[in-house]
Structure formats: C-alpha cells, structure tokens
T-cell receptor, first 112, second 114 residues
Framework: ETGVTQTPRHLVMGMTNKKSLKCEQH?????MYWYKQSAKKPLELMFV???????ENNSVPSRFSPECPNSSHLFLHLHTLQPEDSALYLC???????????FGPGTRLTVL | AQSVTQLGSHVSVSEGALVLLRCNYS??????LFWYVQYPNQGLQLLLK??????LVKGINGFEAEFKKSETSFHLTKPSAHMSDAAEYFC????????????FGKGITLSVRP
C-alpha cells in the first residue's frame, strides 16, 4: 500500500467512549501531522511530530492525546469527547518545514 | 505570522468556461504558497506550489497560478472547466524555515454546470 492511510474511515462514538484513530505513511517522511476539518472553517492544525518528537501542540484539549511510536505511524487517542468534536480528522506527512504535505483520506468522526 | 484569505465560499462555472479562484496572502517572510484540492470523501491533494522560483506555476489537471507580490495574490486559474473539476479548493501559505507550518484558507467549493 502506498501514500498515507487512515483507519477507521468512519467512527461514531458516545461521549464516554475511548477510541483511537490510526495513520500510517509509506513515503519515508519524517514529519506527521493531525488536522481537524470542520464545516465552513479552515483546516486546524492540531499536532506535529518530527522524527517521533512532538514539535507542535496547537492548544488542543487534553481529551485528544497523540502518539507517534515511529516515523511511519501516528495515533490520535480520543476520550470523553464532546459533540462539537465531530469533524473530519486528517493525517498528513512530509519531509518537514515548507515541504509538500501528503494527506490521508481522513476519519469522519461523529460524537453523539 | 501568516494568513490566507479566500473570498467567497462557492464559485459556479459552466463546463468549458474559465475557472478563477482567488487567494490573497499575508506573510512577514518570503512565502511558500500552495493550492490543494479535495474531492468528496477524500483527503487533500496538491495541485501546485510556489517556492520562490518562477512566478507562474503550472500544476496538475491543467491548473496554474501566478504569484504577484505587489498584490499579495496567488490566484488559481484553468482555461476550460471540466465536470471532474468540481471539488473544494484550498489555498495555503508557509514560511521557508524548517519549523514552518502550513496555514490554510477556509476553502472554496467549485461547481461546474453542464
């Protein structure tokens, strides 16, 4: 498989559930990103990892917890989410800095 | 600080007509500028990018954009729209440094009428 993959593609969860989103890149990149895409709003950068180290946390609530075990995998652990957290969550990877970012297809999250 | 402004949320053109999607940027450093496209139920795909070389940048699917520093603009154009161009288009700006981040505009939805 090539490019950036994300699983699951769709997720419905209650406010008390715990779930995780997974992202995997097969491009040899060293930087990985989580974005939140809500309707009628610009993409919001959530987290950035470079060589497995978190280099950016864009004031994201603690109910979102990222994990980057290696340069190819990125997780977003979710717990006690709110309905306003419903959105498309996109993962991307790149060689860092201004290099082109390559995006996965996203996980459509619905919080009930 | 950097920002991007994409005026309007929706553009509709007839098949075969010119496509013009506007983007204005603000940047305190020499900008890198990008246009991405998002088709339904997919992630973002790079159309083209400007990295301080030629000011007229050609991308995939017949799209091009021209960097105009005096106007702080990076408008996206295509001479003749196809039905398959219907999608959401995002302009983004980054700085040149290793720690630079992409800042996106809110996007424009392009509809193509038969």
């Amino acid at each position: 498989e090539t490019g950036v993959t994300q699983t699951p593609r769709h997720l419905v969860m209650g406010m008390t559930n715990k779930k995780s989103l997974k992202c995997e890149q097969h491009l040899g990149h060293n930087a990985m990103y989580w974005y939140k895409q809500s309707a009628k709003k610009p993409l919001e950068l959530m987290f950035v990892y470079n060589f497995k180290e978190q280099t950016e946390n864009n004031s994201v609530p603690s109910r979102f917890s990222p994990e980057c075990p290696n340069s190819s995998h990125l997780f977003l652990h979710l717990h006690t989410l709110q309905p306003e957290d419903s959105a498309l969550y996109l993962c991307a990877s790149s060689y860092g800095g201004p290099d082109t970012q390559y995006f996965g297809p996203g996980t459509r999250l619905t919080v009930l | 600080a950097q920002s991007v402004t994409q005026l309007g949320s929706h553009v509709s053109v007839s098949e075969g007509a010119l496509v013009l999607l506007r983007c204005n940027y603000s940047s305190s450093v020499p900008p890198y500028l990008f246009w991405y496209v998002q088709y339904p139920n997919q992630g973002l795909q790079l159309l083209l990018k400007y990295t301080s070389a030629a000011t007229l940048v050609k991308g995939i699917n017949g799209f091009e954009a021209e960097f105009k520093k005096s106007e702080t603009s990076f408008h996206l154009t295509k001479p003749s729209a196809h039905m398959s161009d219907a999608a959401e288009y995002f302009c983004a700006v980054s700085g040149p440094g290793a720690n630079s981040k992409l800042t996106f505009g809110k996007g424009i939805t392009l509809s193509v009428r038969p």
